[in-house]
Protein backbone atom coordinates (compact mmCIF):
# COMPACT_ATOMS: atom_id res chain seq x y z
CA UNK A 1 0.00 0.00 0.00
CA UNK A 2 1.31 3.30 -0.94
CA UNK A 3 0.68 6.24 1.24
CA UNK A 4 -0.62 9.34 -0.95
CA UNK A 5 1.08 12.37 1.41
CA UNK A 6 0.25 15.05 -1.37
CA UNK A 7 -3.30 14.92 -0.05
CA UNK A 8 -2.74 16.25 3.58
CA UNK A 9 -2.59 19.55 4.76
CA UNK A 10 1.02 20.78 4.84
CA UNK A 11 -0.01 21.70 8.28
CA UNK A 12 -2.65 19.82 10.12
CA UNK A 13 -5.56 21.45 12.22
CA UNK A 14 -5.38 20.56 15.74
CA UNK A 15 -8.89 19.65 17.96
CA UNK A 16 -8.60 21.15 21.28
CA UNK A 17 -11.77 20.21 23.73
CA UNK A 18 -10.49 22.89 26.78
CA UNK A 19 -9.57 20.06 29.01
CA UNK A 20 -6.14 20.19 30.37
CA UNK A 21 -4.54 17.49 28.28
CA UNK A 22 -6.00 19.40 24.82
CA UNK A 23 -4.49 22.51 26.20
CA UNK A 24 -1.05 21.33 27.07
CA UNK A 25 -1.00 19.22 23.50
CA UNK A 26 -2.03 22.80 22.35
CA UNK A 27 0.32 25.19 23.82
CA UNK A 28 3.27 22.20 22.77
CA UNK A 29 2.26 22.25 19.28
CA UNK A 30 1.96 26.36 19.04
CA UNK A 31 5.68 26.67 21.36
CA UNK A 32 8.07 28.30 18.86
CA UNK A 33 7.24 26.80 15.27
CA UNK A 34 3.80 27.12 14.58
CA UNK A 35 3.25 23.85 13.73
CA UNK A 36 -1.01 23.87 12.94
CA UNK A 37 -3.36 25.31 10.28
CA UNK A 38 -5.65 25.82 13.18
CA UNK A 39 -7.83 24.68 15.96
CA UNK A 40 -11.07 23.00 16.12
CA UNK A 41 -13.62 22.85 19.40
CA UNK A 42 -16.87 21.69 19.45
CA UNK A 43 -19.02 23.13 22.72
CA UNK A 44 -21.11 20.02 23.27
CA UNK A 45 -23.33 22.02 25.63
CA UNK A 46 -22.32 20.16 28.74
CA UNK A 47 -21.70 22.19 31.90
CA UNK A 48 -18.21 22.80 31.04
CA UNK A 49 -18.64 23.37 27.37
CA UNK A 50 -19.32 27.03 27.16
CA UNK A 51 -16.41 27.67 29.63
CA UNK A 52 -14.28 25.25 27.97
CA UNK A 53 -15.12 27.13 24.35
CA UNK A 54 -14.04 30.72 25.35
CA UNK A 55 -10.76 29.41 27.22
CA UNK A 56 -9.68 27.99 23.58
CA UNK A 57 -11.19 30.83 21.79
CA UNK A 58 -8.94 33.49 24.21
CA UNK A 59 -6.13 31.07 23.63
CA UNK A 60 -5.95 31.25 19.69
CA UNK A 61 -7.31 34.96 20.15
CA UNK A 62 -4.09 35.45 22.10
CA UNK A 63 -1.68 33.22 20.32
CA UNK A 64 -2.34 34.69 16.68
CA UNK A 65 -4.42 31.05 15.93
Known sequence: I???SSILPPKP???VSGGVDSMGGLSF???GKNR?????T???RTN????AEKL???YC???NI
Open 61 to 63: EDH
Open 29 to 31: LTR
Open 13 to 15: YFA
Open 48 to 51: FGAQ
Open 36 to 40: ISGVI
Open 2 to 4: KFN
Open 56 to 58: VVK
Open 42 to 44: INH
